[in-house]
């Protein structure tokens, strides 16, 4: 089967730093996303990698590698509004995107 | 502001019913794709269309269908409703038919079933 495995909750300090890992077994890789969700409201957009590698958007910077089925989501200088959750999806290889729980981030002043 | 509009925003019934939610995608977006995300639970995937096709089927109940008409809006059925069913409905844009696309979500229908 398909999976995809989040930390379901995590906890962090207002100005700290924070690493949101996803660990996927797909049949086949075309991609994986990373979505921010406020409680409430609808997923919006954060990052794309294909590619093994970092890829660097202000303060938020996204990691893959594809021989291990490994992402991370790198979240720089916590604000408060960065409470939210983390969706990780894969898209396989029907190009169908398979969707992780999603991780609870919590910030603390 | 994602340029997804769903209506209802907010929709309340009675078990064994049936409601009908709306959606309109992005200007020049041919997928719709439809989720169902419950109460604290991560997004489940129910249904995609491509330009007025089934493109894809994720865990949709039987009691649930969709279609996409000519304008490319598209709609979800849900019959008689069980209490289980409470749940945000996002409807979801994108232009390509389900390739590396970025997805555009729209604000949901939340459905209460009382």
């Known amino acids: 089967g398909q999976n995809i495995d989040q930390p379901t909750e995590m906890t962090a300090t207002e100005g700290a730093i924070v690493q949101i890992n996803c660990t996927y077994q797909?049949?086949?890789?075309?991609?994986l996303f990373w979505y921010q969700q406020h409680a409430g409201e609808a997923p919006t957009f954060l990052s794309y990698?294909?590619l093994d590698g970092l890829e660097e958007k202000g303060r938020f910077s996204s990691f893959l590698s594809r021989s291990k089925g490994y992402s991370y989501l790198l979240l720089k200088e916590l604000q408060m509004k960065d409470s939210a959750s983390y969706l990780c999806?894969?898209?396989?290889?029907?190009?169908?995107?398979?969707w992780g729980a999603g991780t609870k981030l919590i910030i603390k002043p | 502001d994602s340029g997804v509009t769903q209506t209802p925003k907010h929709l309340i019934t009675a078990t064994g019913q049936r409601v009908t939610l709306r959606c309109s995608p992005r200007?020049?977006?041919?997928?719709v794709y439809w989720y169902q995300q419950s109460l604290d639970q991560g997004l489940q995937f129910l249904i995609q269309?491509?330009?007025?096709?089934?493109?894809a089927k994720g865990n949709i109940l039987e009691r649930f269908s969709a279609q996409q008409f000519p304008d490319l809006h598209s709609e979800l059925n849900l019959s008689s409703l069980e209490l289980g069913d409470s749940a945000l409905y996002f409807c979801?844009?994108?232009?390509?038919?389900?390739?590396?696309?970025?997805?555009?979500f729209g604000p949901g229908t939340r459905l209460t079933v009382l």
């Open positions: 990698n294909v």
């Open positions: 999806a894969v898209i396989d290889s029907n190009y169908q995107l398979i």
């Open positions: 269309y491509y330009n007025g096709e089934e493109r």
């Open positions: 979801a844009s994108s232009d390509g038919a389900g390739e590396v696309n970025e997805q555009f």
């Open positions: 200007s020049g977006d041919l997928s």
């Open positions: 797909t049949s086949g890789f075309n991609g």
